[in-house]
C-alpha cells in the first residue's frame, strides 16, 4: 500500500516540476491535486482490509 502511494506521489511530483518549468501552473496543481486524491484512496482502501 506504501510503496504505490510513494511511487504515485513521486511520479506526480517530478510530472508536476515539469509543468512548473514550463509556467504551467494550473495543469501542475491539477495533477498533484488528483495524485494527492488517490494516494488517499489507496490508504483509506488499505485500512478496510
Known amino acids: 500500500m ?3 502511494m510513494y511511487y504515485r506521489l513521486f511520479n506526480a511530483i517530478t510530472d508536476a516540476m ?3 518549468s514550463q509556467e504551467r501552473f494550473g ?3 491539477s495533477l498533484l491535486e488528483n495524485a494527492q486524491r488517490a494516494a488517499e484512496e489507496i490508504y483509506l482502501d ?3 482490509t
Open 18 to 20: 515539469k509543468l512548473i
Open 27 to 29: 495543469e501542475a496543481f
Open 46 to 48: 488499505g485500512e478496510e
Open 2 to 4: 506504501y510503496k504505490e
